[in-house]
């Protein structure tokens, strides 16, 4: 059997019990470590589960999955979906469901976006018109940020040498950066520097913090730590949506918030 | 503390480890039992605690709120939210993320609806242009079916009697009946007989099923005990995703999924 199992948002212990249960019935435990960056270390995993634990890498998961199934017919490995293969998947907490907390009605959510890091020659907007959507409807956008592991530099991979640059995430301030940017390009005024928004960052983790403001004034926050979500909020906010928003307002953004609430949200 | 704890989609063992150890540190647990159906007993609960847990239906949550939050300024309590009171929220999985399991991408999902039961009287269709926004962008619809719990009948309110109607629950024919109803009544042609769809049944539970097809062929189909829910499937299904919609379509449908994937989605 191959288990697919949702370790949940912070640290070790948010695994739930029957995916604790499925892990220690298992003779290899593949973590994978691309598509997110970990809370926790792969050490104290692995002191919690009493067990060893490799760290499934984009070239393992991409080139050698064989690896990882290898014999699962008759074992147990917990991991990833592969077809023909049993697999049973043990469900947990994610940023699309937890995002409830910044005060939002996970019911007033449209489609969700990725916003990836622009270079000097990409400066990919496919997202644009999807928030576009969302906004002409009134809805909130959730924006997942951009995280970089074990990417190498063009140099490194035109010279064939596995150097990998260091993990980095996006924060929120970039991605407002890269958003207002687009907006300024297209003109289609889907939001704007006014446009209400919420910083979601730590989701799930002790430290987690929103903090909510214009996408101008947020532009200046300093966010800490990984990992960083952007929401705009939707036209339709309710108002009880709109107080417990408001609680995450620092005083020196309130007045414009209120102002702004007034103007758009009221009416 | 007041902790808010995730108990997540099927049984005892659904619970994370942290969740686990808040339930053991807490003097008092309460379990809301009213806006949904719990796929487990009460006694399974406390078995595997080895505490006693207290029922908090919809009486005692709404008028009885101050017993449940008596002295969690000092002790430990499992269960609701409330202010200046401190929280912890343990996130788990829930139906919103879960219903990824169906193949269909969470990134490609709109609003989602509730539908209530329709009475003689009162048959409301508030969902409706939600649903039609969602599809007239592309997007698919998930759909959350009512449930009755602790209900009483109108006779047994009007003479003050605290007798309760057994719980009852939604099932997707229910659901897709009001909802072609609603739209022949409407003729927005926000879906129809033709429109394709999902029957999402048990979510995260062993016996946990799928079954696509049209609107008007699920409408025959038996999906068994609860928890039901149904998902429209928007116009912008990725080819990815299509591939494994049509896996959870019976063998007696496929020749009309095809030919509709071939007129509505295809082109």
Known sequence: MLYVIGLGLSDERDITVKGLDAVKSCERIYLEAYTSILMVDKEKLEAFYGKPVTIADREMVESDSDTIL??????????????????????????????????????????????????????????????????????H?????????????????????????????????????????IEELRDEKAYGPETLAIGCVRLGTPTQLFISGTME???????????????????????????????FCPEKYRAKFDEIYKRDYES
């Open 70 to 139: 290898n014999n699962a017919q008759t074992v147990n490995v917990a991991f990833l979906v592969e077809l023909s293969i049993p697999v049973e998947t043990i469900h947990n907490a994610s940023i699309m469901n937890a995002i409830g907390a910044c005060g939002l009605q996970l019911y007033n959510f449209g489609q969700t976006i990725s916003m990836v890091w622009f270079t000097e020659t990409w400066r990919p907007d496919s997202w644009y018109p999807r928030v576009k959507e969302n906004r002409d409807i009134g809805l």
């Open 141 to 181: 956008t959730l924006c997942l940020l951009d995280i970089k592991v074990k990417e190498q530099s063009i140099e490194n991979m035109a010279r064939g040498r596995l150097i990998y640059e260091p993990p980095r995430f996006m924060t929120v301030n970039t991605c407002l950066e890269q958003m207002l940017e």
């Open 217 to 247: 004034q947020l532009l200046e926050e300093d966010f800490g730590t990984p990992l960083h979500s952007l929401v705009l909020i939707g036209r339709r906010m309710h108002v009880m949506e709109a107080e417990m928003v408001r609680d």
